[in-house]
T-cell receptor, first 113, second 118 residues
Framework: DQQVKQNSPSLSVQEGRISILNCDYT??????FLWYKKYPAEGPTFLIS?????DKNEDGRFTVFLNKSAKHLSLHIVPSQPGDSAVYFC????????????FGAGTRLFVKA | DTAVSQTPKYLVTQMGNDKSIKCEQN?????MYWYKQDSKKFLKIMFS???????INETVPNRFSPKSPDKAHLNLHINSLELGDSAVYFC?????????????????FGAGSRLTVL
């Protein structure tokens, strides 16, 4: 039972354009959502997060949008750069559930120069 | 100076053997985790310790035994290794009181330990 789903295994975008990575979840108890970025042979690194009481959080070129009614969130990267090429994991957690964070399967982003 | 370090980075062993993976964090975090990334690339939580106390124990075979001698270390011991144990194992840590800007519990991961069972 995969509670966090990233249905696109990969995405290819031209440098300078917008990258949109999508994530769906099934557990309505999730109250925090996070995105992590992973380069080969490294561990995931935290990118940006959003609380369920918000619908948008922005940090530089990265913006996360949350649509609670649709149980959907997305990560926008504008403008995309070749260094953004990595695997992006969507993750979610329930603050009352202790420290368990559930991850999606990841989306591999290719940014072409 | 690596924040979360795991050893070994690569481990190749035969079925039936017993092996350990070590993890240390120098961030002063109070919670540590083990995650498993299998061939389908899902990152699945296995265990979590908060101040040396086991707080998360997912449905993991009891051949896997975590040990936390202090809050800076969380080791993973695996008995009677099976082919299906081949995966990348990631250690992570977090500080419950040090939430991200949104209040989320942010994990800091190690670089992973790739285990191959032959």
């Amino acid at each position: 039972d995969q509670q966090v789903k990233q249905n696109s295994p990969s995405l290819s975008v031209q440098e300078g354009r917008i990258s949109i990575l999508n994530c769906d979840y099934t557990n309505s108890m999730f109250d925090y959502f996070l995105w992590y970025k992973k380069y080969p042979a490294e561990g995931p690194t935290f990118l940006i997060s959003i609380s369920s009481i918000k619908d948008k959080n922005e940090d530089g070129r990265f913006t996360v949008f949350l649509n609670k009614s649709a149980k959907h969130l997305s990560l926008h990267i504008v403008p995309s750069q070749p260094g953004d090429s990595a695997v992006y994991f969507c993750a979610a957690s329930v603050s009352a559930g202790g420290f368990k964070t559930i991850f999606g399967a990841g989306t591999r982003l290719f940014v072409k120069a | 100076d690596t924040a979360v370090s795991q050893t070994p980075k690569y481990l190749v062993t035969q079925m039936g053997n017993d092996k350990s993976i070590k993890c240390e964090q120098n961030l002063g975090h109070d919670t540590m985790y083990w995650y498993k990334q299998d061939s389908k690339k899902f990152l699945k939580i296995m265990f979590s310790y908060n101040n040396k106390e086991l707080i998360i124990n997912e449905t993991v075979p009891n051949r896997f035994s975590p040990k936390s001698p202090d809050k800076a270390h969380l080791n993973l011991h695996i008995n009677s290794l099976e082919l299906g144990d081949s995966a990348v194992y990631f250690c992570a840590s977090s500080q419950a009181r040090d939430r991200g800007s949104s209040g989320a519990n942010v994990l800091t991961f190690g670089a992973g330990s790739r285990l191959t069972v032959l």
